[in-house]
């Protein structure tokens, strides 16, 4: 759901990515030493923080949180950094092997379990054992896929699901109702919605990085599965009918239903494309609502849920923004945790949720009147539906950032561009999915 979601943000002007400054390693031992010294000696420790999301205003709401942060613990300095979100996960990988990831960083789900087993990032389970929030946290947090064998290593922000968000002047001129019941109306709106005349378009489409999400989400709800693998760890691309969806979605592109340079849209741009007015029907999460109440006018868009599959079910990703993580190299680990419980705490989750239309973490925060009213009702209301699978990406994967983010891309891509078949393409995506979840099998039975 992207997680992974993941992640997402306010705006599409992004901010310009500040150096990083790296943390030298040192046993994690010392950390403690090191945090009681700059104390005792008055001087302020210092910790750095990555947010993978930057947008004028996110970037000012973490600032903020980090003033109030400061303000409560004067002896801890916290040093913002950001990098966009289409080039996260190289950026997390890269400086975890160079062993200079920043102390707290903001990671999905898609790449939790790479990190994790890579020893980039802490475990945080005994950290979480000593919580004294655990006992308000929704069940939906105590499913998130922020663990790694069994053990807690990120505390999740807040809860993303997909829902489809929809130009509903568009369609009030063409008389059509404002809902998408089923995948069949998706399809046959995403024709009836283009006008090239006009320069319109019947969706979003996304064909960079993590798009294969989007279509692995149709593919599952397709074929009625909570899976991307069949009960013998091969995945579901090799069946008949998965391999029809796949190419059902794929068709809209090939067929006009998407600009032409979505081909290469990740997350900002399809988004952008949404609020533009290029397109009539964009998939995403709630924390776009904040975006297009800021740059649309009312009446001209809607968030509707997403389609039900032929069985009565809608099959959707859901999971954290992006979640924070503890680098195993930091210096300053209790003063990290520090960090990640304030931005992790009810008053702070709330103010977070609201800004950023998502789900909160907190069983008393959901209580709260902003998430019963207005487009971001629908999303919470569907946590509970009975009707619902939560059908994510396959987060246990040590390569599943890789293969969403980079080779997945590239394998549509070509297909998209007609340098590649329909055939070729399906069987590259079946055969690493099924290497990856053959080789985890092997090493994780029961």
């Known amino acids: 759901m992207k997680k992974r979601m993941s992640t997402m943000v306010m705006s599409m002007v992004l901010v310009l990515t500040v150096g990083l400054v790296g943390c030298s390693s040192a046993p994690a031992a010392n950390s403690g030493n090191a945090s009681g010294a700059a104390q005792s000696s008055g001087k302020k420790e210092k910790i750095s923080y990555l947010d993978p999301l930057p947008s004028p205003e996110r970037t000012a709401l973490m600032q903020d949180f980090i003033k109030q942060f400061q303000t409560k613990n004067p002896n801890i300095e916290v040093e913002y950094t950001s990098v966009p979100w289409d080039e996260a996960n190289k950026k997390w990988m890269a400086l975890g092997a160079a062993k200079q990831l920043p102390d707290v960083i903001s990671i999905d789900d898609t790449s939790l379990v790479a990190m994790s087993a890579a020893g980039y990032i802490e475990n945080l389970q005994p950290y979480y054992d000593k919580w004294d929030q655990v006992g308000n946290l929704t069940e939906a947090f105590k499913q998130a896929r922020n663990k790694y064998q069994g053990k807690v290593y990120s505390i999740p922000d807040g809860f993303l699901l997909q829902g489809l968000f929809i130009r509903s002047d568009w369609f009030k001129e063409s008389n059509l109702p404002e809902k998408i019941d089923t995948w069949d109306d998706y399809f046959k709106l995403s024709q009836q919605l283009t006008d090239t005349s006009k320069g319109r378009y019947g969706i979003s489409f996304r064909g960079g990085a993590n798009g294969i999400l989007r279509a692995m989400e149709y593919v599952m709800a397709a074929t009625h599965s909570d899976s991307w693998f069949d009960k013998d760890g091969k995945s579901i ?123 909160p973490i907190y069983n008393d925060n959901l209580k709260d009147p902003n998430f019963s009213k207005g487009p971001i009702a629908g999303y919470a209301a569907a946590m509970a539906d009975s009707n619902i699978v939560f059908a994510g990406p396959p987060s246990h994967l040590t390569k599943l950032g890789q293969f969403s983010g980079t080779f997945a891309v590239q394998e549509t891509q070509k297909y998209l561009s007609k340098t590649q078949s329909l055939e070729d393409t399906i069987k590259h995506l079946a055969d690493f999915l099924t290497q990856e979840q053959q080789e985890y099998l092997k090493n994780n039975k029961q």
Do not use: C
């Open 237 to 359: 691309l090799y069946k008949p009918e998965a391999q029809a969806a796949f190419k059902k979605f794929y068709d809209i592109y090939l067929n006009g239903n998407s600009p032409k340079e979505s081909i290469n849209w990740g997350f900002n741009e399809m988004v952008q494309g949404f609020l533009n007015g290029q397109t009539a029907i964009l998939n995403q999460t709630p924390e776009v609502i904040i975006t297009a109440q800021k740059n649309m006018k009312e009446g001209t868009w809607n968030v509707v849920p997403m389609p039900k599959s032929d069985d009565g079910k809608r099959y959707i990703f859901w999971g954290y923004t992006a979640a924070y993580a503890m680098s195993a190299n930091s210096e300053h680990k209790d003063a990290a945790w520090k960090f990640i419980q304030f931005l992790s705490s009810p008053e702070i989750n709330l103010q977070y949720s609201i800004k950023n239309s998502t789900i």
